[in-house]
């Protein structure tokens, strides 16, 4: 067999050639893709970048202690523009707005290549334009310039600034830029605004309906509101359900089941809840364009309905306040100014919260509080309710009818006028207003007058906030803890701030007592929401019904009367607050709390246990043989008052010292008599540390008192 020749082969001439061609089209696309990028580059040099300092600001919001929205105001160019982020919106309609607008928003930088070819070649066939191109970027950067243009040079000018935009932000920051600025008619911005003033509701949650009827109505806002043209939004509604079915983000049930859905026809109004508080918010703090109220939007809501039920039973012109707290924890849970805000008959838009009026009786309690911390009287003191003079004043019970001799707690659980005027004259106005000024409740007297006794039975202007504030204190044992209702801004609160110092206004065995004498009051007839520690209160004339009560939790306060301060004849705080309170406390909670019970070391008294001095209170001076003692007035000589005293060592003995007064001298700690001792030096048993009152009484009645931190070592 003989070998085949060697036959040597060359590269065809054609190879060479489509190589070459190949290597030279190469190099045209490189250079006229570096001419398109440096001249993309050129042009958005040229293009301002989206000025999104001209949408940042938004509609300013007031929302309560769990971020339910309580009530919204316009942003400063007069629209609805409410914050929103991606996850607070139905991610159903987020895919519905892509797979209609933007097919590969994720995917493109600004400009959608695929869908500029798709456009111009469909224009080509069609001779018509049949589909747009711009991008959901493309739209808020129209959004953020405020101009719709819809020449070619406009549409370049979006292009490049959906670039500036891509390159600035994430694609989850241009989404969110289009739910806070898509407009919806009129002066509606943004899905929030949107779902608010169609459907009531936040957009977490939709319907597919819904969501498709708010991805049509941008693109002819105008054209589709819902308030003029229904019909072209239901046909604008159901394209879109359309396209989302043949997409597969709906199937074929649901398009059917959404198409059946009745489009709204007109806005609803925004939410309107705490209106006067919101509005203080605003007022305060002004630079925040979000308010964190301590309000509970439910409770709030409940009590406005009853508020604006309770005035219309009342009669014409009649206005209703409540305040509900949480004493426990300081947090305002309620507030409501007025029946309504737009309720012009009743001067709904006046706060009547922080109206300064007659209080009526509602003081008393602390006048009581007091005397008990001061050593003067006891629950079971015996005092007379008959007619009596103070020099020119001559204050009558309520009723008109008197009781002869009753105790300290029949005269306060009935309202007796005539007991309390005697105990605070006993002791002075001026302390009571002092002790209420220096727990931060506010209080208002003419300029130049001083306080009398009138301010037993109202003769002194505050506030139901004052009042709420008061009776919180009253409620957690005595112990100040003023009432906040802006959740961050700790200065915002009800009444003024405590003085540096003061943490009580009453101890926590005085605060106890009280508290039992007001639960022992019978509720209203027909009452609601259980037995409460409440008083009432009626101002001079019937100007004024007051109705202020607590539990073991909760706090609640509420003024009847018109606003204009007109009296109204039988309006009395038994017969027109009470069963509102009562109302108020059962949709506060369906049970209630129990009282704080009894201070560790106090004692339960009977009348036959109480020392000489407590046993009835009298108002007579010394006599003529112990008058020599009251020339050096009873004092405490040890422990000082505001001192600290280590008594280890001793014991639970405390030794304590009194200057003059007339003997036998009854001894007491936090308002509970512990000893009686006929001379001037004893010992106390103090089995207990921290801080104490300690008081002593005469037998003719004088008092000295002294606050003391009792150290063991």
Not at 62 to 84: E, K, N, Q
Not at 259 to 274: D, E, G, N, T, Y
Not at 690 to 704: L, R
Request: aromatic share 4%; hydrophobic share 40%.
């Amino acid at each position: 067999m003989t070998n085949a020749p060697h036959v040597r082969t060359h590269p065809a001439p054609v190879n060479r050639g489509r190589r070459r061609f190949a290597v030279v089209s190469l190099l045209a696309f490189g250079a006229v893709a570096a001419t398109a990028a440096a001249s993309l580059e050129i042009a958005l040099s040229l293009t301002p970048q989206p000025n999104l300092n001209a949408v940042a600001a938004t509609s300013a919001i007031v929302i309560d202690r769990d971020g339910h929205l309580l009530r919204a105001y316009t942003a400063p160019d007069g629209r609805w523009r409410l914050p929103v982020a991606n996850d607070q919106v139905d991610p159903r309609f987020v895919r519905m707005l892509l797979a209609f607008e933007d097919r590969r928003f994720r995917d493109h930088g600004g400009v959608d290549m695929l869908a500029i070819g798709r456009a111009a070649a469909q224009a080509v066939r069609h001779r018509r334009l049949v589909s747009g191109a711009s991008t959901l970027t493309m739209q808020v950067a129209r959004l953020v310039s405020r101009r719709h243009e819809r020449t070619l040079r406009g549409k370049v000018r979006q292009a490049l600034q959906a670039v500036h935009l891509e390159r600035a932000l994430s694609k989850d920051a241009i989404l969110n830029l289009y739910l806070r600025l898509a407009p919806y008619g009129g002066n509606l911005e943004g899905i929030r605004a949107a779902t608010l003033s169609y459907f009531g509701k936040e957009p977490k949650r939709l319907t597919i309906s819904e969501a498709a009827l708010l991805v049509a109505l941008p693109q002819s806002p105008e054209r589709r509101r819902l308030d003029g043209r229904s019909a072209s939004a239901k046909r604008a509604r159901d394209h879109v359900l359309a396209v989302a079915r043949l997409r597969g983000v709906i199937t074929r049930a649901e398009e059917l089941a959404a198409r059946r859905a009745r489009v709204p026809a007109r806005r609803l109004p925004f939410p309107k809840h705490a209106p006067h508080l919101a509005d203080e918010a605003r007022a305060q703090f002004p630079d925040r364009a979000k308010h964190s109220l301590t309000l509970d939007r439910g409770l709030q809501q409940r009590l406005q309905r009853l508020a604006a039920t309770s005035a219309k039973r009342l009669g014409p012109k009649l206005s209703v306040a409540i305040i509900a707290a949480d004493h426990r924890t300081g947090d305002v849970r309620a507030m409501v100014g007025g029946p309504g805000l737009l309720d012009h008959a009743r001067h709904g838009a006046i706060d009547m919260t922080r109206a300064t009026r007659s209080p009526g009786s509602t003081l008393k309690p602390l006048i009581y509080g007091l005397a008990f911390d001061r050593g003067m009287a006891h629950p079971e003191t015996l005092i007379e309710d008959k007619p009596a003079r103070f020099g020119s004043y001559k204050p009558r019970n309520f009723n008109e009818g008197y009781r002869g001799t009753v105790t300290v707690r029949e005269a306060l659980a009935a309202s007796l006028n005539i007991p309390a005027v005697k105990v605070l004259d006993r002791l002075g106005p001026g302390h009571l207003v002092g002790r209420l000024a220096a727990a931060g409740v506010r209080t208002d007297l003419p300029d130049g007058v001083a306080p009398d006794l009138a301010i037993a039975l109202g003769g002194i202007g505050t506030d139901l906030r004052a009042l709420t504030s008061l009776y919180a204190a009253l409620a957690n044992r005595g112990e100040i803890r003023p009432l906040r209702w802006h959740a961050s801004a700790p200065d915002a609160v009800l009444s003024a701030k405590p003085r540096t110092g003061e943490t009580r206004i009453l101890s926590a065995a005085a605060a106890y007592d009280i508290a039992r004498i007001l639960r022992s009051a019978p509720p209203p007839p027909n009452a609601r929401g259980g037995r409460i520690a409440f008083k009432t209160g009626t101002s001079y004339g019937h100007r004024d019904a007051w109705a202020v009560g607590f539990d073991g939790a909760h706090v609640i306060g509420v003024w009847v009367g018109r606003a204009d301060g007109t009296a109204t004849p039988d309006l009395a705080g038994r017969e027109a607050a009470a069963p509102i309170l009562f109302d108020a406390f059962h949709r506060t909670a369906k049970s209630r709390t129990p009282l704080p019970k009894r201070p560790n070391g106090a004692r339960r008294l009977s009348a036959r246990d109480l020392p000489p001095p407590l046993k009835r209170f009298g108002t007579s001076r010394p006599p003529r043989r112990q008058q020599a003692f009251l020339e050096t007035p009873l004092a405490i000589a040890f422990p000082l008052d505001r001192t600290e005293v280590a008594h280890a060592g001793l014991g639970d003995a405390l030794p304590v010292t009194a200057e003059g007064g007339a003997l036998p001298l009854t001894w007491l700690v936090d308002g509970r008599p512990i000893a009686v001792s006929h001379s001037r030096r004893t010992f106390l048993n103090a089995a207990t540390t921290g801080f104490v009152e300690i008081s002593v009484v005469d037998a003719d009645g004088q008092t000295a008192r002294a606050s003391v931190r009792l150290l063991a070592e």
